[in-house]
């Protein structure tokens, strides 16, 4: 079976789309499969008075003094103020992905999640995207199990018209031909305090256990725009979570994964209401919504 059949999980066919699915139908149109359009119809949930203060939000943007420019100052520019597209890479529980989502449809974020990709079909955050008719990619494959190229992968998201990507425990390297494609628009979540205990193999409790080990008294989680390596791309947003005396790394793991969903969550609205901008040095910051001139 090539990467151009369907592919299936368990028993049941699942939301795992082919490369040939996504070639020949066009998302929105009566030929999109049912899934497809259960998404499209949650994206309607439109919040108007969140949508007001974004726009208002860009117009003071446009007239503020600080040389900076938005995150979507490129091609993919939209001045007017519609709900982003987001792709969710997840690899484990999803626990991330689940309040981001939640926070779509109370319509406190206004995005939706149109595609989740996946390594693990069988992990959390594949089976609650399941539950909510959220399609899924493999990537990348393996060897027990068929799954998208590189390119395939960038091809597919395009075709979602995909705005941003948000890794979410996604535990495999994003492909350079992914970041290339999408600059400045790939977060990433880091359970400490970037740039200590971060790079390749710091993940899961190994993060946590080196924290405690090192003595430092706090730790946090940290979102940062992704580049071709681990954990060095820009750093967003982080906040502090104590570290206490006698913590085991569960009980610190636990402390910063509740704070990681709540950092993500206000993360992703800024994004979604074009709230990122970039200082000069290239570094990013999150305007506030009531005073844009105010920047964390
Ligand atoms: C989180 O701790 C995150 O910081 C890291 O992977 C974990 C994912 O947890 N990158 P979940 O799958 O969102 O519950």
Redesign the pocket.
């Known amino acids: 079976m090539g990467a151009q059949s369907l592919l299936s999980y368990g028993t049941t066919t699942t939301h795992l789309l082919s490369l040939k699915q996504l070639t020949t139908a066009s998302l929105f149109d009566s030929s999109t499969p049912s899934f497809l359009r259960i998404t499209r119809f949650k994206s309607r949930q439109v919040n108007l008075a969140s949508n007001k203060n974004a726009l208002r939000t860009q117009v003071l943007r446009e007239v503020s003094p600080q040389k900076v420019y938005n995150v979507s100052a490129d091609k993919h520019l939209n001045l007017e103020s519609r709900r982003k597209k987001l792709a969710v890479f ?1 690899s ?6 689940k309040a981001i989502h939640a926070a779509m449809l109370d319509g406190s974020i206004l995005g939706d999640v149109v595609v989740l990709v996946t390594n693990k079909t069988g992990c959390g ?1 594949a089976a609650y995207a399941r539950e909510n008719g959220i399609p899924i990619l493999q990537f990348p494959k393996t060897k027990e199990s068929e799954g998208l190229s590189a390119d395939d992968l960038v091809f597919a998201l395009r075709k979602y018209d995909v705005d941003f990507i948000l890794l ?2 996604y535990l495999k390297l994003i492909p350079v031909e992914l970041v290339r494609q999408y600059p400045k628009r790939i977060l ?4 400490s305090l970037l740039p200590a205990f971060g790079g390749k193999g710091y ?1 899961g409790l190994k993060v946590h256990k080196a924290v405690i080990a090192s003595g430092a008294r706090y730790s946090g ?1 940290t979102i940062h725009f992704v580049d071709e390596e681990y954990d060095t791309g820009r750093i967003l947003a982080q906040r502090a979570v104590s570290v206490g005396a006698f913590d085991t790394p569960e009980e610190l793991a636990a402390r ?2 509740h704070e ?1 969903h709540l950092l993500y969550v206000d993360v992703v609205k800024a994004l979604c209401e074009d709230r990122v901008i970039w200082r000069d040095d290239g570094v990013p910051l999150i305007q506030s919504k009531e005073d844009p001139k105010l920047c964390t």
Do not use: D, K, Q, R
Not at 92 to 97: H, L, M, T
Not at 188 to 191: A, E, G, S, W
């Open positions: 997840v484990g529980g999803g626990s991330n992905f955050g979410a425990g990433n979540i880091h359970p993940y989680p910063v994964l990681e």
